[in-house]
């Protein structure tokens, strides 16, 4: 089974909408990063948030991990109709180790 | 390079025959990893190399599957015999160490559809 699991799967909204997604792990680990993917083919890289922060910003994106819980979430505001694609959380375990993802949250912006 | 590179794109191939996929990392990442992603699902981790350690295979699925790194540069992953099941999309990616640091971060290649008749 895989280490990451997303909630929910699918999520629809109106642009300019808030979209959060949820991310929850089992084992240990050294980080946790938010990936994209626009139609099935390269991720691009979101944020990575260690085990020792909190919560972490990047422009529209506020991802918070609570390692007690062994989870994560990932918040878009404002959304708009770019931000259409699937959102994948993936754990590392020892520094630069393989990632574990989990199977996507699919996220539809309606203009 | 820019960003990580994979060739072919596609690949269309009979059941049984052997396909060699290419990676190409950014350049001076010594980390390189191969990743599965079946359709609607998520990325299976396959295989990982860093440096001249040995590779952490322990994610291919059965001995149909290798791969080789010349130095720190390209890849190849190679699946022998294919199988139906095989069909997916194979991504790659890459990670920098700096003094033994990893920056953890893994930059994807856009991928090689590979599609088993």
């Known amino acids: 089974s895989q280490q990451g699991e997303e909630d929910p799967q699918a999520l629809s909204i109106q642009e300019g909408e808030n979209a959060t997604m949820n991310c929850s792990y089992k084992t240990s680990i050294n980080n946790l990063q938010w990936y994209r993917q626009n139609s099935g083919r390269g991720l691009v890289h979101l944020i990575l948030i260690r085990s020792n922060e909190r919560e972490k910003h990047s422009g529209r994106l506020r991802v918070t991990l609570d390692t007690s819980k062994k989870s994560s979430s990932l918040l878009i505001t404002a959304s708009r109709a770019a931000d259409t694609a699937s959102y994948f959380c993936?754990?590392?375990?020892?520094?630069?180790?393989?990632?574990?993802f989990g199977g996507g949250t699919r996220v539809l912006v309606k203009p | 390079g820019a960003g990580v590179s994979q060739s072919p794109s596609n690949k269309v191939t009979e059941k049984g025959k052997d396909v060699e996929l290419r990676c190409d990392p950014i350049s001076g990442h010594t980390a390189l990893y191969w990743y599965r992603q079946r359709l609607g699902q998520g990325l299976e981790f396959l295989i990982y190399f860093q440096g001249n350690s040995a590779p952490d295979k322990s994610g291919l699925p059965s001995d149909r599957f290798s791969a080789e790194r010349t130095g720190e540069s390209v890849s190849t992953l190679t699946i022998q015999r294919t199988q139906q099941e095989d069909s997916a999309v194979y991504l790659c990616?890459?990670?920098?160490?700096?003094?033994?640091?990893?920056?953890?971060?893994?930059?994807f290649g856009p991928g090689t559809r590979l599609t088993v008749l």
């Open positions: 990616a890459s990670s920098s160490w700096t003094s033994g640091v990893s920056t953890d971060t893994q930059y």
């Open positions: 993936a754990t590392g375990g020892a520094a630069g180790n393989k990632l574990t």
